[in-house]
């Protein structure tokens, strides 16, 4: 292709670089969800709930649910429950990240030369990077509640103890100020980006490493509670992921609502743990 045409092509896409941000965030948020309709690469969905949203809990789940991850902590099936959890995280949480990527993305490309294009994906992928390390975690305490036998076939907590207890500590996780300030920095992408700002691709992967860690900080406790409604329970997970995103966008994240969000998983942790 001549060099003319090149650069008459980078600058096409530069200059609509909301336009393209949109559609990658749009195709990777997709595929993700698509990853885990189809069963997280861990087998085929059926069984009672396959004619629903799919619970993925039909499937050969060996070393899943069931049984014991195989071949050492971080072989076999282990490395898939990992991956499983890093897609997860993507399908969650770049829905509620669109706002700042997109905002970042026009104020990157207004410090930039015309034909050039924003590090968009240097913040984005620094900001997934941060739920990578995360879901790492999150598959170290998966593999634990496998080995003590705390989990179902679809990944929901067989001890009402634990999944009290998990309700309960998100709820009061809600009134904490480490919970205010982080969720504050993911309510206000424009204030977090004008004082942590970095230029070049090096200082937006920085940027986006920042952003995600004040995201964690907001929503790790909320995490947990995937082990209440099932890991593959798709409803619960969409459902998780909407109230993140109202939290980071609307009414749940002022103070009232994670009040009334806070006692009601309180609540709830309580009266399960009453019942038992």
């Known amino acids: 292709m001549p060099a003319s045409s090149t650069n008459g092509l980078t600058e096409w896409v530069a200059r609509r670089e909301r336009v393209v941000v949109l559609a990658g965030l ?22 009672p709930n396959a004619m629903k949203m799919p619970d993925m809990a039909g499937m050969d789940m060996a070393g899943m649910g069931g ?97 009290a207890v998990l309700l309960i500590a998100a709820g009061v996780y809600q009134f904490t100020p480490l919970k205010s300030s982080c969720l504050r920095q993911c309510r206000a992408p424009a204030q977090f980006l ?13 940027l986006g490493v920042v952003h995600g860690g004040y995201c964690v900080g907001c929503c790790w406790a909320l995490m ?3 082990f209440v409604g099932g890991v593959m329970n798709l409803w619960w997970v969409a459902v998780l992921a909407a109230f993140i995103l109202g939290e980071k966008t609307a009414f749940l994240g002022r103070p009232t609502g994670r009040i009334v969000s806070g006692a009601g998983l309180v609540a709830a942790g309580t009266v399960a743990l009453v019942l038992m």
């Open 224 to 226: 947990g509670l995937l």
């Open 194 to 206: 004008a004082r942590h700002w970095r230029a070049g691709t090096a200082g937006a992967l920085r």
């Open 26 to 47: 749009g195709v990777t948020i997709a595929l993700a969800w698509l990853y885990l309709f189809l069963g997280g690469g861990m087998g085929s969905t059926s069984g």
């Open 67 to 163: 049984g014991q991850p195989t071949g050492g902590l971080w072989g076999g099936t282990t490395l898939i429950i990992f991956a499983m959890w890093s897609v997860m995280m993507a399908a969650m949480m770049l829905p509620s990240a669109a706002p700042v990527i997109l905002l970042y993305a026009g104020l990157a490309r207004s410090r930039v030369s015309t034909a050039a294009f924003p590090p968009v994906g240097a913040f984005a992928g620094g900001y997934l990077l941060v739920w990578v390390a995360f879901s790492a975690l999150a598959t170290l305490a998966h593999v634990s509640l496998q080995h003590a036998a705390l989990l179902s076939p679809v990944l929901r907590s067989t001890s009402t103890a634990l999944a």
